[in-house]
């Protein structure tokens, strides 16, 4: 990685307290633009929490957050989300009674406003641009089936198509692989940095899986109990001391 490349996202000593508990505690962090940025650490070391406050989800105690270079800290989520910050939320954000191309279209209404009102085909178009966002993840064939019935994978896609209807070029993922067997979430990383490099967006995504993160990661940062441990290329991540032994020899 090169000197100049360039941050999107940068925190500064960014902190956020429950009470007596540092959930994240003084976290110092810059994204480059482009790259697949993995965060892992143990449960609660605060990596969920640490999403949460880069789009106001949950508002830091201290600190900054920029976005482009412009301090999003006291933007309002929905703000954030449209300057181009998307998360796709671990726990699952999908309507189960609406069809796949029902919980799209939401999406895509959110995203582009008043703009479809205007189109004299509007329905049709909106049905044809669902299918395209679907085609991304692979689930064009499933445009009418409803989300509930879907398997955990597809669910899985169908979140993820979700946050791409909303155009992000930050897509932030909170263990986008979870509940689904390895070969299929190493199925669904290598779509998400397909879908990146082919959409030019940046990826910072939470996962557990080792092997998927030293896969897919341009770059990793290590939390515990809310502190950043490190900052580094895979290599070297996999030499730190504290990641050998949370990691490697014992259990996670
Ligand atoms: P991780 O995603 O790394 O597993 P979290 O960010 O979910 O960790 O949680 C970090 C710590 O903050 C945990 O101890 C958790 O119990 C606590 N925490 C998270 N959210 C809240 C909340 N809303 N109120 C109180 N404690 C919380
Ligand atoms: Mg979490």
Do not use: W
């Amino acid at each position: 990685m090169s000197e100049e490349r360039k941050i999107i996202l940068e925190t500064q000593n960014v902190s956020r307290y429950f009470g007596a508990l540092k959930a994240v505690d003084n976290v110092s962090l810059q994204i480059y633009e482009g790259e697949a940025h993995a965060i892992i650490g143990p449960n609660g070391a605060g990596k969920s929490t640490f999403m949460d406050l880069v789009i106001n989800r949950t508002s830091p105690s201290e600190g900054k957050v920029f976005f482009e270079g412009k301090d999003i800290t006291k933007k309002k989520p929905y703000d954030i989300a449209n300057l181009g910050i998307s998360k796709c939320f671990q726990i699952s954000q999908l309507f189960p009674k609406l069809t796949c191309c029902e919980n799209v279209r939401i999406a895509l209404i959110k995203h582009h406003n008043k703009i479809f009102d205007m189109l004299p085909k509007k329905e049709s178009y909106l049905r044809d641009e669902c299918r395209k966002v679907l085609a991304m993840v692979g689930m064009q064939d499933h445009m009418d089936d409803s989300a509930r019935f879907l398997s955990y994978g597809d669910q899985r896609r169908l979140e993820i198509a979700i946050t791409l209807a909303m155009e992000p070029k930050l897509l932030m993922l909170d263990e986008p692989t979870a509940g689904v067997a390895r070969a299929e979430g190493y199925e669904i990383m290598k779509m998400i940095r397909d879908l990146a490099k082919e959409k030019d967006f940046t990826v910072i995504f939470i996962e557990h899986d080792m092997d998927i993160v030293f896969n897919y990661a341009d770059r990793i940062s290590v939390l515990s109990q809310g502190a950043l441990v490190t900052t580094d290329t895979p290599e070297r991540v996999k030499q730190n001391k504290f990641v050998q032994e949370a990691y490697f020899g014992g259990k996670l």
